[in-house]
């Protein structure tokens, strides 16, 4: 009787009930998983692409800055630029407000620089951990589309001894609680299961468990 409890309590462990999971953690499904919102926004390490015109001259001839980790950007006239979470519009706009003070109807252009640039992405990243060629920060590209066998190729693939039929993807809401599902590899490749390759979302971590046997 007691081995069937036990047997029972695990099932709906995984089933998603919540049984066991920490505090603030949900044990969902796929169909379940709440899908985030990336909005890239300047933070420390982000570099920018900006140039400045103003009356048919250049007063900043185009040049790539990086916010810095006191959240700022650094330029001529206007001096430090506080732009820590602001998205690159918002940044703009205020780049026109402040050169508006120096000169008339200044043109201002900024853009992200791309991470195969040397930029850091924008749009976040996500972690792979576990039983992976090369664990660690994964960057979600510009088109957003980072599914999560895409992570895990990028992260060195599976190690040999991985389990790959319950690989656990965390993610945390805005309200601070956390979802965890299990997804099993093997469906998605062998089975075209590509509702289990879900899209990542900034902050999300995948973990991949090293198989008991």
């Not at 000169?103 to 040397?118: F, K, L, W």
């Amino acid at each position: 009787m007691l081995r069937a409890l036990l047997m029972t309590a695990c099932l709906l462990a995984l089933c998603g009930c919540g049984l066991f999971a920490p505090d603030g953690l949900t044990r969902v499904s796929v169909a379940e998983l709440k899908p985030g919102v990336i909005v890239p926004q300047l933070r420390a390490g982000v570099k920018v692409r900006i140039s400045v015109i103003a009356s048919g001259q250049s007063v900043l001839e185009e040049a790539i800055k990086e916010v810095s980790a006191e959240g700022d950007i650094v330029l001529p006239y206007v001096d430090a630029v506080p732009c820590a979470g602001m998205t690159i519009e918002e940044f703009r706009k205020e780049l026109i407000k402040r050169y508006a003070e120096f000169y008339i109807d200044p043109q201002v252009s900024a853009d992200y620089v791309p991470t195969s640039e040397g930029g850091t992405s924008p749009y976040g990243s996500v972690l792979v951990s576990g039983c992976v060629g090369q664990p660690g920060i994964i960057s979600i590209p510009a088109t957003r589309d980072l599914s999560l066998y895409q992570a895990i190729q990028q992260a060195g693939g599976t190690g040999q001894w991985a389990n790959r039929g319950a690989v656990r993807l965390t993610r945390k809401l805005a309200d601070g609680s956390k979802q965890q599902v299990l997804i099993d590899l093997d469906e998605i490749g062998a089975n075209g299961a590509s509702e289990l390759n879900v899209l990542l979302m900034p902050g999300d971590v995948v973990d991949v468990p090293e198989s008991n046997w």
